[in-house]
């Protein structure tokens, strides 16, 4: 594929995901008039509801303007980077997500890294050892672990590594460094379980597949080495499933974090937006699933990316498309 | 053949098993045969016959939960016992394979060129080469299967055509120099004109290398043409070997007899081809006696009594036929009369009233540059009654052409009416209309495996079409029963799935649902060439029936030559979109465009000079 097309294609998908992030940001913002009770009261916070404050509020917020001139005002401020004031500390909403924002990327990049490393190798035994003893335990592991509910492992692994052994600390975000990588094991731990299962699936049936194909039979008849037929042949042609796993796996990070991070007392955007949601800090919730939808979008399209990295079919098609 | 050539493979008793839900069957069962230093063999067999087990156990490569028994001697290595370390040693040094599928053969994420080094890198001469020196050692091998564009190397396998990719797969196969190639259908998914050069290109690498080789096909021209010594096998078992050229002349197994008459001959319409009775049976266990007994108008209780085994018979030739003496005469009598069967001339009446008319008719895919035309400026006309065929290669258009006069493709310009309606209008015909068209004209697909809903019985699948006939209601309605009669089947197939048909079965079934909408066009694409040469015979005899006795008219898409001979009245050659001949089936004596000429000569003939022409003037 010419790097032209490839631009061109990369720019599509980017207007497609920016038109769907407007969508998205309309059922957001609608989601102060749909919440119960008068947005003014909601916007109040802790300030005294007296006739001067609640005037002060519709004027600041633009209450009495139509919902969709109000919307449009939200939008092009949002798109200014700016989107409004928690309702109980006065902090602008974007700085309060900028502070938070970098525990849960790291959180984020380490669950990442602990479910591939993890689910790529064992996805690839279960597959070739299909039926065999391997893959019934890997199977049954991936059961078990899929359907522990993250929050559970969460407190499980508190009470044995921190609680029982004393291995590792059970909140906070740490200092940085080595004692942040410290603090984020047993998070990342508790949110891989079940996304390892996830690629663990993903890979055993597309390496089955794989390992059926003409091309495995006729590179093994003509003696090309063991090594090169499992990495070259069944692992490359497997990545695109897991790659579409690695993305999903992502985007269930991010939403994930929500509960793991209230789990281990974690400063970042799930933290941050379950508070929110609990004082009814309408500005704060909009803005962080606002951002947690965009990092999904941004996912998506990188997954897509990766596709055409790894196949070369796909980069045609979906170049010409 | 050489004189004092010594054995490179031995095989004796090779029996191969699956064990599925606790039952052992077997799938192939005492398979003897043997291989010389540079000769070819041919093993030919319908599916089923077990013909690729049998090689694949051979380099041990058998899907899991599959297991050998026997000898096989290769180079003085027992093939069926060898530890895997020892096979790696066999598998590319001693023997390799060519695969059917060039669309399937290749890593479809590796370069062409990748291929080739990946087994060469085993070789220390190759090891010991620079960069530049290795491009060259690539290259030569390609060019050695014929691709001279030293662009091919970069190149992926999905960017090039079928028959590029099966000389990529062959130069691949070669790379390690084997002593013994396996061609497992290597040109079954390759058109005609192709097939023919793939088979050429083998042949004269094989001589050239002084290789040996083993050809698996179905197609017994194609084995007699290709091969030294052929064997034949069928539901697991060897039936008969021998010379390419005395088994053709004189088979001496019913079986083989069988396949040979049911091959649709190129030069002459017969008015019925010849038959095998029956169908495969389906694999039990282990048995005692001849597998195709139940199939044999020869034989005797003690055919499936006494225990069979391919015997020598003297000339070098074989057989399995207990009976091969008593019936030896019955059987070249009954030869001689399938090649000089009875002859019928096309017939066809030209004052029927024309049912399909398309004038100047083209059919392009997208827009602006990237716009590919299909079809261009496709003219025919089909009478009442009249049996068409539509003959091309992959890419001519005439699956296209066929599917628009169904409405499943749109046509981008020209005039086409089908009964008298305008089918160019497409989305903006009256419902009337549209009924009446997707009732007059119904179409077979060519795959029976996929063409039939796996979750619904036949009789459903044929009740519901005949509810469909019911709302035009013009004509009586068949029932499922009358349906099933009309396509050869038994009442009780009604309650069946597709799951438990074979390939024949359902392209009966297939047939019979296109008949309960009564139609008075019948598109058939390519309904046989998935299936094996005995079930073909029975259902182009079928629909010869089927338009004898009720005036149906046949547009029949194919590949295929000698089917056309027994099927049309008339034929529009295809290529690339166009019509490049028209005319009675008498085009196929005399053509006069050059691509007629073509597809003529690159059907498979048993003589061999077939494949010979090309190959020896590589030699001088």
Redesign the interface.
Known sequence: MTLRSTLRYVLGRLGGAAILLVVYSFGIYSLLALAPGDPVRLLLGNLPATPETMDAIRVRYNLDDPFFVQYWNWLTDALHLDLGQSVLTGQDVSSAILERAGVTVQLGLLTFLITMALGIPLGMVAGLRRGRFADRVVSQLAMFSVSAPSFAVGILLIIVFAGQLNWLPSIGAGEGGADRLRHLILPAVALSTATIALVVRYTRTAVIEVAGQDYIIAARARGVKPSRLLFNYVLRNSLVPVITAAGVVLSFVMVGAVVVEATFALPGLGSLLVSAVQQKDLPIVQGVTLVIAAAVFLINLVTDLAYLAVDPRIAVDGASR | MTEHASRLLDVAGLTIGVRTGGEQRILVDGVDLHLDLGETIGIVGESGSGKSLSV?SL?Q?L??GFTATGAAQLSGVNVLTASERDM?RV???Q???????PF???????RVGRHLE??LR?KPEYRAMSKPERRAEVQRRLEEVGITDPGVARR?P?QLSGGMRQRV?IA??L??D?ALI?ADEPTTALDAVTQQEILELLISIQRQRRMSMIMITHDLRVAFAACDRVYVMYAGAMMEAGPSDELSRSPRHPYTLGLLASEPPLDRRLARLPVIQGELPSVRDQQVGCRFAERCEWATPDCTQERVRLAPIGDDRSSACLRVDEIGRELAARFETVEHGAVEAAHQDLSAPVIVALEGVSKTYGHGN?AVAALEDVSLTIRQGQAVALVGESGSGKTTLGRCLVGLESVSRGTAEVFGIDITRGAKLPRSDVRTWRSKVQYVFQDPYSSLNPRMTIGQTLAEAGRQAALVGDAPVLSVEEVLERVGLRAQYAARRPSALSGGERQRVAIGRALALNPELLICDEPVSALDVSVQAQVLNLLNDIRRETGIALLFITHDLAVVRQVADTVYVLEKGRVVETGSAQVLDSPSSGYTKQLLEAVPRTSSDWLGKRSQMGKA
Request: a positive charge.
């Open positions: 694949r380099l490569l899907p899991a790696r598998r590319g040094r023997a390799s394979m060519i695969l059917q599928d399937t053969m290749l890593n479809p994420l590796m990946e087994v085993e992926y999905f797969g691949a196969t790379a390690t084997p396996i990237g």
